[in-house]
């Protein structure tokens, strides 16, 4: 049974930071392409991150040089370094992966609000 967890969204003021966390599992993670979406209210979900299997990292142009995505093959994991948040950051984060990106969590919430 595939299953992505996504964990460490929270409430956070402008400026400020948050780590993201998706455990993932059913499927061949090291294999697998892996990446974070968001969905703000009222609008389409969008690209936020992505990590290839051999490390190979992409970005939205709106988060470049504020986030940073990392994965550890051994325990299953990808990571979103959230820094110098703005409150147009504010958004459901999804975890997504798999050879074709099939997969996905069930989104955690960021708010960025002071």
């Known amino acids: 049974q595939v299953q992505l967890v996504e964990s460490g969204g929270g409430l956070v003021q402008p400026g400020g930071s948050l780590r993201l966390t998706c455990v993932a599992s059913g499927f061949i993670f090291s294999d697998s392409k892996m990446g974070w979406y968001r969905q703000a209210p009222g609008k389409e979900r969008e690209f936020v991150a992505g990590?290839?299997?051999?490390?190979?990292?992409y970005y939205n142009p709106s988060v470049k040089e504020r986030f940073i995505v990392s994965r550890n093959n051994a325990n299953n994991t990808v990571w979103l370094q959230m820094s110098s948040l703005k409150d147009e950051d504010t958004a459901v984060y999804y975890c997504?992966?798999?050879?074709?990106?099939?997969?996905w969590g069930q989104g955690t919430q960021v708010t960025v609000s002071s």
């Open positions: 997504t992966g798999g050879k074709l990106l099939e997969n």
């Open positions: 990590i290839h299997p051999n490390f190979n990292t």
